[in-house]
């Protein structure tokens, strides 16, 4: 059976489960899981090494650690210690290693959490399929996933999302640029969190763009999810874009039902699959929502992310496109040349809208403290899919995929995502958890009560072939 982060922290803690069997357990899942194309690099060796450590204290009557035992994965953008942090790309291969852990790395470690995998991504996080050109595509565990073919788990952070979904790993982080935590998330079937903005150090993690840049991870509960978060705070001097901000732990979870809730409609109301169309009504029916409230701006905020992120993403890369375009994936050079090229004032009116932006949700937030909305327009398509239907409208859907996720991240807000699975299709759909910044309690408190009413899907794979 697969265990969850609190499980595996209480049976380390009350001596019936060793670091090092958890260790084991977790190698050998992702070797079962192999055929996802999830993984980039199992640290073995390592782990097992911090496993050896752990076991050494709780024998030795020290304390471990609130996570103690429980392995984690991480989105091969995050540096590891002697690792080149490849970010999906070969334009990296010749980087010189990490010289060390990211941030986020070293805080879930001094937690006791023992890091087992780097995963697979779309290249550069400049993707929202999971498909990648050079290290493969990362197939959705919720669908046929051995052999040619498979459906996308969603992107960037495809493989984190698709280990926790397998129940490879009960935990794993991931980057949130556009959506890249929360479509995964919905289209994978788990619990996601995209904290706001500047709330976790992104120290160590290979940029793509600064201004929308955020660190996130995936559970397969929200109460697992909230352990991983508390984990990951703390002030880091060499973060320049974290808020200074006390840490604010959410842990124990509050049964918050004074929470006021609506729903976003108006660019939010569709297209939507059917499935994705039921689970609103039943989220909005689950919190006791407020009637349906409209965010006038979010296809021109959409397009102000548009603009941000390919205008920063492309002068980060142009030097490397002028002299190494080869060692970019097709899907990805070309956005990235054409990014280079954007006017400098396109970029100060998407920052301007960006402001505008925060300041009427800051006014929709006023009368609701939590705002519910798709993460997805529909469940998870086949990999290598360019137009999609969805409700008799065929859409891009490498891109539009992200098309409820990208217009709320320049507001910088707290997002969580959980999931259930369709009636019509069978498949996962999510349901993005708005909140105030800073308040991710209050997002995580609305996340569980979905989570009672049905929002939860168990991770399977590894279940069925240990």
Known sequence: MTRSVAGIAAAFADGS??????VEMALENLNAVAPLGAVTAVHSERARRRAAELDRCRAAGLPAGPLAGVPFAVKNLFDVAGAVTRAGSAATDGNDPAGKDAFAIQALEAAGAILVASTNMDEFAYGFSGENAHDGDTRNPRGPWRGAGGLSAGGSSSGSAALVAAGAVPLALGTDTN???????????????????????????????????????????????????????????????????????????????????????????????????EAMDA?????????????????AARAAAFVLTTAEGGQRHLPTLRTRPDRYGPLVRDRLRAGALVPAAWTGDAQRLRRRLAEILAALHAGHQILIAPATPCPAFP???????????????????????????PAGLPIAVVARRGRISGLPVGVQIIGRPWHEAEVLAAARRLEAAGFRISPDCCEVTQ
Request: aromatic share 6%; hydrophobic share 45%; charged share 20%.
């Open 17 to 22: 489960l060793k670091a090092a069997d958890s």
């Open 179 to 277: 959506g890249s935590v929360r479509v995964p998330a919905a289209l994978s079937g788990v619990a996601g969190l995209k904290p706001t903005y500047g709330r976790l150090s992104r120290s160590g993690v290979y940029p793509f763009v600064d201004s929308l840049d955020h660190v996130g991870l995936f559970a397969a509960s929200v109460q697992d999810l909230a352990l991983g978060y508390d984990a990951l705070l703390g002030l880091d001097p060499s973060d320049p874009a974290q808020a200074r901000r006390t840490p604010a732990p959410v842990c124990p979870l509050a049964e918050d039902h004074r929470l006021r809730c609506a729903r976003l409609g108006g660019w939010f109301s569709g297209p939507l699959h059917a499935d994705v169309a």
């Open 283 to 299: 989220a909005a029916a689950a919190l006791h929502c407020r009637g349906t409230v409209d965010l006038p701006l979010a296809e």
């Open 383 to 409: 990999l290598g899919t360019v137009d999609w239907d969805v409700d008799g409208v065929m859409l891009p859907i490498r891109l539009a995929i992200g098309m409820f996720t990208q217009p709320l991240t």
